[in-house]
Structure formats: C-alpha cells, structure tokens
C-alpha cells in the first residue's frame, strides 16, 4: 500500500500536471487511491461472495461526441494516462520482458505494480469505485499502445484482468456488479481473465465448440478455452460458451468444479503464461449469465477485444519501427549506411506507412464505439491490418538486422513472435 501511495503522490507532484492545467483530475485519482489502499491492507484472503446489487447496475456515460468530428488529439487526462503507461512500459515491462519470456511467467508483483496506472479502472463506472464517468474506448487504446510499447506479451498479461473488469462495467447486472467489481477498483487486483480462443484451426469466435446447457436453476459448461493467460494462477473467468445455438458469456470462479488447465507452449505471447482452461461439466448458477446472453453484447465484446489486439500490435510495431530506424543509420557496409541502399530505405519506409493505416484504423474503431456509433466494419478492418500488417511489420524487422534480428541479442525476434499471435488471437482482451 505505501509502494501505491508514493507512486501517486510522485505522480500528482509531477510538473505535468500542472502543464496540462490537470492538478484537479491529478488530485481526484489519488483520494481514491489512497481510499482503496487502505480497503486493499484489510483484505485478508480473497473470496467472492455474493452480494445483492440492491438496484440498478451502474454504467459508464456515453462520450461526448462534440462537433462530430473525427479528432486524434489526446485531452489532458488521456494525455496523463498516457504518460503513465508509456513509463511504466520503459521502466517496468521492457527491462522484464526477455526474462519473462524465456520463464514463460511475469515477474512477481508486476500486476500488483499495474494497478498504479490504474488499468482495471477504465472500464469501471465511477459508481462501482472506478475513476471515470464517462466510457472511454479511445483512452484504453492509448494505454494498450503505450504499454506494448514495453512488451506485447507482458502487456497482454497486465490487461487480462481488466478485461473482466471492463466487462462487468459494460454487462454486468446489479448483483454481479456488486460482487465482483469492488475485488478490481482495489490494489489486490484478481487474477482473471477473458477466455475465447479455443485450439482449433481457423477458429471463429461465432461458432463455439464450448457449449453451455440448462439444467435447472444451473447451467453446465463443457469445452476447452486455448492461450489464456494466468491460467495456472487465475481466480475469475469469462468465459465464452455456445447457448442454444448462439454465444455468450458466463463468470467462472477458478474454485469451481470441473474447472481445469494445462500447459499450452506457443512461440509468442509467452510472458502471459497462456494455457488450455479445461471445462468438465462446470456447474454454474444462471446469475453466472454475463449481459443476459443477448447475441449483441457477445458480438460487442468481440468487436471491442479485435480493437485491443490492434492496439497491443500498433505498439509493438511502433517499437520495432523505433528500433529499426536507428540501426541501419548506424550499421555500415561497404563504408556507408545501410539506410543508404533503396532497398533498406523503402522497406522502413513501407513499415511506417503500414503502421499508421493500422493506427488510424484503431482509433478510429474505438472512437466511434465511444460515440455510440456501429463500428463493426472498423473493428473488422483493425483485425485484418493487425493480422497482415502486424505480422509484416515485425517480420520486417527481423529481416533489417540481418543475422542479427534472428538470435536474441536484439528483440524484434519476440516483437515478430508476439505479433504473430496478435494476429490470430480472439477476444482475451476489451477496450
């Protein structure tokens, strides 16, 4: 807890702050970090127990969409969050990320240490003990990018469980709210996680083979869910299941029976510690049906989960990008730059366009989620770049350094690695 208060107090001090005219904002985050802190130190073991909601379930405002317009800038509190992640990123995750990777396992209290940016907070109304009134795709965005700026695979483990978060915000009922969220808005943040994948070739998250049946007043869950993360060690699950003949999603406490895992070894995303969630007739109540099983709150929750996957891959490809341009201006052959040859030069040329229409695409989507427009086609097209041009990207990297970007002493060998999965992945993660 004094980690959490000094890191907020460091942060509301910082002379940003009062650049971007923000002390007011600054000052409302560390009340309520300094209020969850000592709620966090009284926590002794943790258990999910149910509570009634006693109401209505809170959600986050829509944003406001201003003169409609379609506007890239960052507003002062984006900008701050921003700030943040892409600090932590440098100081956190990527001095960790090739210990991690080669461990296949985040270092220890690096999720608590995520709490401080506050990334299970953004999808949580500010009624439920979240920081924000209003929903804010755009903002989750930011702090995706800057975060795998750091590192993909440890990126990917730090927004698992706000993933669950956002979804409880989203879809949640009073009684789920009241259960479940207040274990996030806290510094002892669960492990949880989304869990959509499933190891089968060319899945498509529409036609699950993970099925769930009335029985009762229960429903009874059966399939195999592929690279989820902190499987090994999560507490909480959403977990997408075929219901008569249409997805949804079900809350699944990790202590319930028939609940399962095992290891999965994949070559990217490997700091997340991914595994198989096994599903052996899982007994779960009907208060487990996450947004009432309607078909468009799973289609939602897949549209916005494709956002964050382009977003995690436009920051890793900004970072293989970033480590590209300075190596060829500095290796030499034949007594000249590298960068010096057409070749060389419109191959990085080629990466910066390609990430730009990837980044463009992915605010865009996320903006007009936030603006309560249908942003489908968007979400579909931030997809498609992510999985071509992501993977394009980082295997054109590898392919600038030469015999160099092939061993580990550089590390756009895991940048390439990791956003090959980015473009395969489903659902995992929410905006």
């Not at 009634?52 to 507003?75: E, H, M, Q, V, Y």
């Not at 990126?155 to 479940?180: E, K, R």
């Not at 989820?228 to 029976?257: I, M, N, Q, W, Y």
């Not at 970007?405 to 999965?421: F, I, M, S, T």
């Amino acid at each position: 807890m004094a980690l959490g208060l000094r890191a907020l107090n460091r942060f509301a001090g910082s002379e940003l702050i009062d650049r971007l005219g923000a002390r007011s904002a600054s000052e409302r985050v560390v009340r309520i970090g300094a209020h969850r802190g000592f709620q966090a130190a009284g926590t002794v073991g943790r258990t999910f127990a149910k509570r009634s909601g006693g109401g209505s379930a809170s959600r986050l405002k829509p944003a406001r969409t201003g003169n409609g317009l379609f506007d890239l800038t960052p507003d002062d509190e984006q900008e701050m969050i921003q700030s943040a992640a892409r600090d932590f990123a440098a100081t956190e995750l990527r001095p960790a990320a090739e210990a991690a990777d080669t461990a296949c396992a985040m270092p220890e209290g690096l999720l608590l240490k995520s709490t401080e940016i506050g990334t299970t907070l953004l999808g949580v109304p500010e009624a439920a003990g979240g920081a924000v009134e209003e929903r804010s795709a755009v903002t989750s965005v930011l702090l995706a990018e800057a975060l795998a700026h750091g590192d993909l695979g440890l990126a990917y483990a730090v927004l698992a469980p706000a993933a669950v978060s956002t979804a409880l915000g989203l879809w949640g009922d009073a009684d789920q709210q009241a259960t479940y969220l207040p274990e996030f808005v806290g510094e002892d943040v669960p492990t949880a996680a989304l869990a959509v994948q499933e190891p089968r070739p060319l899945f498509d998250p529409f036609a699950l083979r993970t099925t769930a049946t009335r029985d009762g007043e229960d429903y009874v869950l059966s399939g195999v869910k592929s690279l989820v993360p902190h499987v090994g060690t999560g507490e909480l699950f959403v977990v997408a299941a075929d219901l008569a003949d249409h997805p949804a999603l079900f809350l699944v406490e990790s202590k319930t029976a028939g609940v399962l895992t095992e290891p999965e070894p994949a070559i990217g995303l490997r700091a997340a510690a991914t595994g198989r969630l096994v599903l052996k007739d899982v007994r779960v109540p009907a208060s487990a049906l996450l947004g009432g099983g309607d078909p468009d709150v799973y289609a939602e929750a897949i549209r916005l989960g494709r956002i964050a996957w382009a977003a995690l891959a436009t920051g890793t490809a900004q970072a293989a990008l970033d480590h590209v341009i300075p190596y060829v201006n500095e290796r030499e052959a034949f007594g000249e730059p590298v960068s010096h040859r057409q070749g060389v030069a419109f191959t990085v040329s080629n990466m910066a366009i390609d990430l730009e229409s990837l980044r463009l695409t992915t605010y865009r989507a996320a903006s007009r989620a936030d603006m309560g427009k249908s942003f489908a086609r968007e979400a579909a097209l931030a997809r498609k770049l992510t999985a071509d041009k992501g993977m394009e990207i980082g295997s054109q990297a590898v392919q600038m350094l030469g015999g160099a970007g092939y061993v580990k002493d550089h590390p756009v060998e895991r940048w390439y690695r990791d956003l090959r999965a980015a473009g395969v992945m489903e659902g995992a993660l929410l905006v």
